[in-house]
């Protein structure tokens, strides 16, 4: 799992000092994790994140971003409260999801929103 900076950010996810209008950047489609070294819940969902990259290896790719390191980022964003996450399908726009998610509510959100996988 990756932590990004603004600069593999601009290369890996979308260049927002160049596009107004989103244009991902990734070769798969991506979850975006923003997180704090001090916050609780974003410690509990750590460990599933790492399970999920592990699982989606090669169809999903995870990142992180700490919010404290990456402020620009997180402000370009919006994020007001952490964990939230970022799920970036490869054709269509961003969905941003708060909170710390079970791992069931995740899996279901990467099949959903990211592979597009219908039952």
Sequence with gaps: MEHLTKET????????????????????????????????????????????????????????????????LSSVFGIRSIPSMLFCPMDEQPQMSAGALPKPSLVQMINDILLKEKK
């Excluded at 790492?50 to 169809?59: F, M, S, T």
Aim: charge should be negative.
């Design 9 to 72: 950010f601009i290369k890996k996810v979308f260049d927002y000092e160049n596009n107004k209008e989103w244009k991902f950047a990734g070769s798969k489609p991506c979850i975006i994790d923003f997180y704090a070294d001090w916050c609780g819940p974003c410690k509990m969902v750590a460990p599933i994140l790492e399970k999920l990259d592990k699982e989606y290896a090669g169809k999903v790719d995870i990142y992180k971003i700490d919010t404290e390191v990456e402020q620009e």
